[in-house]
């Protein structure tokens, strides 16, 4: 049985350092509040509003470090409070999404693009992957148990020697499953 834990991803953002310096001022740094499951990656302190067509979301997340592009990570119900049509996609592929505004304590900024549905995907370090035989950027189905239990389709397998097994699931997913944070999955390939 090949079993991964599952952590539920709750809207976020990810900075780039431009984008730092306008919201928070030149030169400023992320604090990390928590560790994620992804080595290097973490919760920072900070948070920002985020301002669609119909709707804000005040406290929005900050991921860091700082990525070299811009981008808001929602669920699709989050797209339709905002009134921004996310469309799912590969975190980091982001051309053609739509924008959004940003505010923080020192500034604002409007992004052209950048806000998405993440895909659901399993993050594999590159030993699990040749252990599974999982190629990256394979799609993947992989079955939760719970007392609503799902068969999730065209999960993205993405391998890397700096990842950490975890697979990543929206908060609409993870209600819809019954499933929290450390819950198992079993990938069926």
Same mark, same amino acid.
């Given at each position: 049985?090949?079993?991964?834990?599952?952590?539920?991803?709750?809207?976020?953002?990810?900075?780039?350092?431009?984008?730092?310096?306008?919201?928070?001022?030149?030169?400023?740094?992320?604090?990390?509040?928590?560790?994620?499951?992804?080595?290097?990656?973490?919760?920072?302190?900070?948070?920002?509003?985020?301002?669609?067509?119909?709707?804000?979301?005040?406290?929005? *997340?900050?991921?860091?470090?700082? *990525?070299?592009?811009?981008?808001?990570?929602?669920?699709?119900?989050?797209?339709?409070?905002?009134?921004?049509?996310?469309?799912?996609?590969?975190?980091?592929?982001?051309?053609? $999404?739509?924008?959004?505004?940003?505010?923080?304590?020192?500034?604002?900024?409007? $992004?052209?693009?950048?806000?998405?549905?993440?895909? *659901?995907?399993?993050?594999?370090? $590159?030993?699990?992957?040749?252990?599974?035989?999982?190629?990256?950027?394979?799609?993947?189905?992989?079955?939760?148990?719970?007392?609503?239990?799902?068969?999730?389709?065209?999960?993205?397998? *993405?391998?890397?020697?700096?990842?950490?097994?975890?697979?990543?699931?929206? $908060?609409?997913?993870?209600?819809?499953?019954?499933?929290?944070?450390?819950?198992?999955?079993?990938?069926?390939?």
């Amino acid at each position: 049985m090949k079993l991964v834990p599952v952590g539920v991803s709750a809207r976020h953002i990810h900075l780039s350092r431009e984008h730092i310096d306008i919201l928070f001022g030149a030169g400023y740094e992320l604090k990390n509040m928590k560790d994620l499951s992804q080595p290097g990656q973490y919760a920072a302190e900070e948070t920002v509003a985020v301002i669609g067509a119909k709707g804000k979301f005040d406290k929005v *997340r900050i991921l860091g470090p700082e *990525r070299p592009k811009t981008q808001l990570e929602i669920s699709k119900t989050d797209s339709f409070a905002l009134g921004v049509a996310a469309p799912v996609r590969e975190s980091g592929k982001t051309e053609g $999404t739509p924008g959004i505004k940003i505010v923080g304590p020192a500034g604002e900024v409007v $992004t052209e693009d950048g806000v998405i549905v993440a895909a *659901r995907h399993i993050h594999f370090h $590159t030993s699990d992957a040749e252990k599974w035989g999982i190629k990256d950027k394979q799609l993947l189905s992989v079955k939760v148990k719970s007392e609503r239990p799902v068969i999730f389709e065209d999960v993205i397998a *993405r391998v890397s020697d700096s990842f950490a097994l975890d697979m990543h699931i929206d $908060t609409d997913e993870a209600n819809a499953a019954g499933v929290k944070n450390g819950d198992q999955a079993e990938v069926l390939l």
